[in-house]
């Protein structure tokens, strides 16, 4: 039988998705089901000075109604899992439901629980709140300042933590005979999972069981954090989610909303369901980005890079978010320096609360900064030095025979051929001939341009111990779980929870891969604490890497046990059996054999099993990685300005990545375009504004540019592999590259088609306006 | 705000459906909450997204931006409407044989959209299919295997 690893199978999870028939949250109904809404602040920073729920609680259909006294005491505040050491970390108390202020649009102020979803809605209208509004401020620089309003009085200065990596540069800068300077504005990005935030609880009272089905990423921290918040023990809590309609960092987060189902389930003896709207979801998920960024690169006129220098003022909101202090530090501290040899580097991060929706994890999560800062300053320092940007790239980046590589800033680059990616992009871009047209052109008043991203990224979270001694408040382990049935059918329970990203077909592969039986064989089970015994989730491209490579541990245990009750049953030594194509063969004697379905049959039954073997086959492993992984690769992209308009067309799109030894090409091309289109997006068209006030004012998907399908060309895709040397399965995660590497290669294509213009840098995005005004000589 | 509630018939699916609903409820309530057809979904409140696509006599809606009682007697596909006699409809099958989908949650609509799309233009070009898909938000797959599935589907249909 050919080998399943490394074929483009169909997904198994889409014949129930593409027939209706898929169980996302909002989905479940339970008899005598009520329903929640959340009355949010209209207001970016005010006192609380009353609350009347009186008219709401009369309203016909109207159950309950919650204030922030009301869950005070029942609900704990709501935690941050992630607090870097020496940081000097203030996690001021986030409470469920505002007591005293709120602190950003959208900070919840009161539950409504009612007999439908409209009445719940109605009846937030009738809620009274006498707010005294207080000064705002949204920008995190401004937050800084001396006298800025403080969103915290216990924070006077809004700095949340101050956090630094790597050593002093200074030599580094006193060596070189060029400086480049930048400052660099991400800006805030709303991730717009198309499945809005939902959950759903139940209780029961008689065992005192509480189940909630929620939007999450990761179900066990949900049930980790909210056992905590709730008081009610884990095992008596169960989390469920099995479809989740796409998270990109949004639903790691534990959020309110979800304690405040579950409390009023408990309350009020009935299900209760809540489900965010679109504008709930703009105003009270959380956001991405938001950060303002110093970059300084020391070099050589012959374009070697000697020492960077980075200052990161980062835009936390309002609260700290769960897993926030982890992006704009380790995620995106740790790797300023990319996939270049660069032997001082230095990082410092502030990180600030403003009056703001909560930033957190969004898809790449501080890779995507990181690698925008270095490769738009190496295109910067090309430019100053008047090198080819692709010569500075190739004279700078990593060697392949340097791996493992250790960076000024303390990562161990696993493995890479940084040099072989690009050069496999170039090949297809035809650099040479680009060049040649982009003169051409130019000499008819048209402007082209092309923008290179070679990029490394950190992946495959985590080792537990690295997680730990960087604040992770949990270890980054996976659990797996492989059941062979008597007939041979297996099920596997993995800790990873997929939401999108094809594991039920991919980890179905590895498994059947290494039993040598029909994918169908298989069933993947994931998204529910009570089926699975723990795991840590699907974020930061660890879900194949760390999940797939637990499965692939308990599934070389189960051959194990099955080797030895082979040998009995063949009547040889464990030496002499071999294990290929599902069976199991005296070596050289291909007429002895037994299949695979045999010897587990014989483990069930117990007949006649060797002695010290246990009848059964089932093997459960907890796989903690020894290092990170490190995808790399080399992105181009090919755009037209025109200079009229000030409209950009992406003309071609080329990605060449290496995320190892592929599973199923046909997902990882998906997660490749889909990670592009993000990364574009943030490039060309995405942005959220705050007004000074603090009121979003891109909240809805008409204000809020959010890519289409008409936006883009067909994308040029191709891979070099080369394995992870520490994992079994040599694989790296590709879940977050394309948006890691898409943004500069966008934004380096378009300054360079805008090069006669005089043009160094643009703010993104990139619209049309900021466009015309250079081309046309205005101040953008 | 209380409401009279109001009868409504409505042909889903080829099955005729009976209930009594407030005036102001959206059809994609209707189908999710009273008949419990959850295929159908809810991705945003400005009509933009096309999660709620169904199809209103054979033509492509945005559920959520018709009213229940508008769809009084007139006939409502849903994407649990588009298989027949346990055969995937062609766009089905497009979506999952060139990974059209990965959370699955705007792809009902997508595929509804589709529909109407091809019944309009049965043999579009990529960039047609593209300009097709403005009413569509996908933030999973980047839109290149949604335009490789329509195609795919379009082949199908046209025999």
Same mark, same amino acid.
């Given at each position: 039988m050919a080998s399943v690893f490394g074929t483009a199978i169909k997904r198994r999870e889409d014949p129930r998705l593409i027939t209706g028939n898929g169980r996302y949250t909002d989905d479940v109904q339970l008899p005598g089901m009520l329903y929640a809404a959340i009355l949010r602040s209209p207001h970016a920073h005010a006192r609380i000075r009353g609350i009347n729920v009186e008219k709401a609680k009369r309203h016909p259909g109207v159950v309950a109604v919650f204030t922030g006294r009301d869950v005070a005491g029942k609900v704990a505040p709501?935690?941050?899992?992630?607090?870097?050491?020496?940081?000097?970390?203030?996690?001021?108390?986030?409470?469920?439901?505002?007591?005293?202020?709120?602190?950003?649009?959208?900070?919840?102020?009161?539950?409504?629980?009612?007999?439908?979803?409209?009445?719940?809605?109605?009846?937030?209208?009738?809620?009274?709140?006498?707010?005294?509004?207080?000064?705002?401020?949204?920008?995190?620089?401004?937050?800084?300042? *001396? !006298?800025?309003?403080?969103?915290?009085?216990?924070?006077?200065?809004?700095?949340?933590?101050?956090?630094?990596? $790597?050593?002093d540069p200074a030599s580094a800068f006193q060596d070189a005979e060029v400086v480049v300077r930048h400052r660099f504005r991400q800006q805030r990005l709303i991730p717009n999972a198309m499945e809005p935030r939902s959950a759903v609880a139940q209780y029961n009272?008689?065992? $005192?069981?509480?189940?909630?089905?929620?939007?999450?990423?990761?179900?066990?921290?949900?049930?980790?954090?909210?056992?905590?918040?709730?008081?009610?023990?884990?095992? *008596?809590?169960?989390?469920?989610?099995?479809?989740? !309609?796409?998270?990109? $960092?949004?639903?790691?987060?534990?959020?309110?909303?979800?304690?405040?189902?579950?409390?009023?389930? *408990?309350?009020?003896?009935?299900?209760? *369901?809540?489900?965010?709207?679109?504008?709930?979801?703009?105003?009270?998920?959380?956001h991405g980005r938001d950060e303002v960024i110093y970059a300084e690169l020391a070099g050589k006129r012959d374009g070697t890079m000697l020492g960077l220098r980075i200052r990161m003022v980062a835009n936390m909101g309002a609260y700290l978010s769960t897993a926030a202090p982890g992006v704009p530090t380790i995620l995106f501290g740790l790797i300023t320096v990319g996939p270049y040899r660069i032997p001082r580097a230095h990082t410092e991060v502030y990180g600030v609360f403003t009056n703001t929706t909560p930033t957190d994890a969004y898809r790449g999560a501080g890779r995507p900064e990181a690698t925008y800062v270095i490769e738009r300053m190496t295109d910067l320092f090309a430019r100053e030095i008047g090198m080819d940007v692709v010569e500075v790239r190739k004279k700078n980046l990593i060697p392949a025979e340097e791996f493992p590589y250790t960076t000024a800033l303390g990562l161990q680059y696993d493995s890479g051929n940084y040099h072989g990616a690009l050069q496999k992009a170039l090949e297809?871009?035809?650099y040479e001939e680009f060049r040649k047209e982009q003169e051409r052109l130019r000499t008819q008043g048209r402007y082209i341009g092309l923008g290179w991203s070679t990029y490394v990224e950190i992946c495959g979270l985590g080792p537990s111990q690295i997680a730990g001694a960087v604040g992770f408040q949990g270890g980054l382990w996976e659990s797996a779980a492989v059941r062979v049935h008597p007939g041979g059918k297996v099920t596997v329970f993995t800790g990873a929870s997929p939401h999108g990203q094809g594991e039920e077909t991919t980890f179905a592969q590895i498994v059947a891969d290494r039993f040598g039986i029909p994918v169908e064989d298989v069933e993947v089970v994931h998204g529910d604490t009570d089926r699975i015994p723990m795991g840590w989730g699907t974020y930061g491209s660890r879900a194949t890497p760390v999940g797939g490579s637990a499965l692939a541990v308990a599934a070389d245990r189960i051959l194990e046990k099955a080797r030895k009750i082979a040998a009995h049953m063949l009547e040889v030594?464990?030496?002499?059996?071999?294990?290929?194509?599902?069976?199991?063969?005296v070596k050289g004697v291909p007429t002895r054999q037994v299949t695979f379905q045999n010897v587990v049959l014989q483990a069930h039954l117990a007949w006649n099993l060797p002695a010290g073997v246990e009848p059964g086959l089932e093997a459960q492993a907890f796989y903690d990685p020894v290092n990170f992984c490190y995808p790399f690769g080399a992105h181009a992209c090919v755009v037209e300005v025109d200079v009229e308009t000030g409209q950009i067309k992406v003309l071609r799109y080329?990605?060449?990545?290496?995320c190892g030894p592929v599973i199923n090409p046909m997902i990882v091309e998906g997660q490749v375009h889909g990670g592009i289109v993000q990364g574009m997006g943030q490039a060309l068209w995405e942005g959220a504004v705050y007004d000074e006030q603090g009121q979003l004012v891109t909240g809805s998907f008409m204000d809020y540019a959010m890519p289409k399908a008409r936006f883009f060309p067909s994308f040029e895709t191709a891979h070099t592999v080369t394995p992870a040397p520490h994992n079994p399965l040599g694989v790296k995660g590709i879940g977050e590259t394309g948006t890691i590497a898409a943004t500069p290669a966008v934004v380096n294509a378009v300054v360079d088609a805008l090069a006669p213009f005089g043009v160094a840098d643009l703010e993104m995005p990139l619209t049309p306006e900021k466009i015309w005004k250079i081309t046309h000589g205005r101040d953008a | 705000m209380t409401t009279t509630k109001t009868v409504v018939t409505l042909k889903v699916n080829g099955v005729e459906r009976t209930a009594e609903v407030e005036p102001r409820l959206l059809l994609v309530h209707f189908l999710r909450d009273v008949l419990g057809?959850?295929?159908?979904?809810?991705?945003?409140?400005?009509?933009? =997204?096309?999660? =709620?696509?169904?199809?209103?006599?054979?033509?492509?809606?945005?559920? =959520?931006?018709?009213?229940?009682?508008?769809a009084d007697g007139h006939e409502v596909t849903t994407v649990e409407g588009l298989a027949r006699d346990g055969e995937l409809h062609p766009i089905q099958e497009g979506f999952w044989e060139k990974h059209g989908l990965q959370c699955g949650f705007c792809t009902p609509g997508a595929m509804m959209t589709a529909v109407e799309l091809l019944r309009q233009n049965p043999n579009p070009t990529d960039e047609e299919i593209r300009e097709g898909l403005e009413g569509v938000i996908c933030r999973c797959t980047g839109y290149e295997n949604i335009v490789r599935a329509v195609k795919y589907a379009a082949e199908r249909m046209r025999g």
């Open positions: 709501i935690p941050t899992a992630w607090l870097p050491p020496d940081s000097n970390i203030k996690t001021p108390a986030h409470p469920a439901l505002a007591v005293d202020s709120v602190r950003y649009v959208g900070d919840g102020v009161a539950m409504v629980v009612a007999e439908s979803r409209y009445v719940a809605r109605d009846a937030l209208e009738l809620i009274e709140v006498d707010y005294e509004v207080l000064p705002a401020v949204v920008d995190p620089e401004k937050a800084m300042e *001396k !006298g800025a309003p403080a969103v915290h009085e216990e924070v006077p200065d809004n700095v949340a933590f101050h956090w630094q990596a $790597g050593s009272a008689g065992s $005192g069981e509480m189940t909630v089905w929620v939007t999450s990423q990761n179900p066990h921290i949900h049930r980790f954090l909210l056992s905590n918040i709730l008081g009610i023990p884990e095992h *008596k809590l169960r989390i469920v989610a099995v479809d989740v !309609g796409g998270g990109f $960092g949004s639903k790691i987060p534990c959020y309110a909303d979800e304690a405040l189902v579950a409390l009023a389930a *408990k309350e009020l003896g009935r299900p209760v *369901k809540w489900t965010e709207d679109r504008r709930e979801n703009f105003l009270a998920t959380s297809m871009v035809h030594s464990e030496e002499d059996v071999e294990f290929a194509d599902g069976k199991f063969q080329v990605a060449v990545d290496d | 057809l959850t295929g159908t979904h809810v991705g945003c409140d400005t009509s933009q =997204c096309g999660a =709620c696509t169904v199809l209103l006599d054979g033509r492509g809606v945005k559920s =959520c931006t018709v009213l229940a009682v508008q």
